[in-house]
């Protein structure tokens, strides 16, 4: 019997502030915390992913910038992080990730440099869950030929709902070009807060929408201070207090998500 394969799930949005790090490493805590074998990769330059979970990588450090740069000479299996939690890792980013597009611009096969990195990781784990930058870049690329599916946090908020249709459009070219196996898994809201006209008008037209009802999570993140603070202690908040909201949107998440699993 063949060794079952990791989902490799990009976490994507080219608009910023929607909750994109926040979901990658709360929804990964949480299926680690229900026997889930885990992998966080931080494409982010600004490596919030891994301070995020408490991991700063220092110079000596193996990170996504030594294997995106010189992936014959790395071994991603010397690149993970574990943290404090178990069943939950860490491939970290480094702010030297931010020039990495210029350097590979010219590299033959620049778009598929993910691939040859973390080729031998798709045993070992049960989801690789992949933190992007909030544009459009070679470093998104990448993710998106490595990955098979996007999950996409889309805040409810005006803004950000008109920003889907650019990644869409995004992804779309990358599934023709690239990655035809890639595809979109599902729309998750985020920072829902349902005292408010704009946040039930928004998610009123997700579920009304042609293009997006389908993927429609039924769960939505809701507006928490407790996952900002769970940030900043460098704590997920299914660790950092189980009976927060933010703790139970995270769990109900997770568990939709694995009900969601191609």
């Known amino acids: 019997m063949a060794a079952k394969q990791a989902r490799f799930v990009a976490v994507a949005n080219e608009k910023g502030g929607v909750g994109k790090t926040a979901m990658v490493i709360n929804l990964g805590a ?14 982010d330059p600004q490596h919030n992913a891994g301070s995020g979970l408490g991991i700063e990588a220092d110079d000596e450090a193996i990170t996504v910038y030594d294997l995106m740069s010189a992936p ?3 071994n991603a299996a010397d690149a993970v992080f574990p943290t404090k939690w178990k069943n939950l890792e860490l491939i970290a980013s480094h702010i030297d990730l931010a020039g990495a597009e210029l350097e590979l611009v010219e590299a033959e096969g ?8 973390l080729k031998g990781l798709a045993t070992k784990y049960d989801v690789i869950l992949m933190d992007t930058p909030p544009s459009l870049s070679l470093l998104t690329i990448n993710v998106f030929a490595f990955c098979r599916e996007v999950l996409v946090p889309c805040q409810t908020h005006p803004y950000a709902f008109r920003a889907l249709t650019d990644l869409f459009d995004t992804i779309e070219a990358v599934q023709e070009e690239i990655n035809p196996e890639l595809r979109i ?10 005292r408010t006209r704009v946040s039930n008008m928004i ?22 201070t407790t996952i900002a603070a769970s940030t900043e202690a460098a704590k997920p908040v299914v660790f950092y207090r189980k009976t927060s909201n933010g703790a139970r949107d995270f769990t109900a998440l997770a568990a939709e998500f694995l009900k969601r699993a191609p």
């Open 30 to 43: 949480a299926l680690s915390a229900m026997g889930k074998r885990i992998l966080i990769v931080d494409m």
């Open 110 to 117: 620049r778009e598929n440099r993910l691939n040859m990195a």
């Open 203 to 224: 998610l009123d037209r997700l579920r009304s929408d042609e293009r997006y009802s389908h993927m429609l999570y039924d769960t939505a993140i809701r507006a928490n």
């Open 185 to 194: 898994s599902g729309l998750v809201p985020t920072f829902f807060d349902q």
């Open 72 to 74: 014959d000479q790395y």
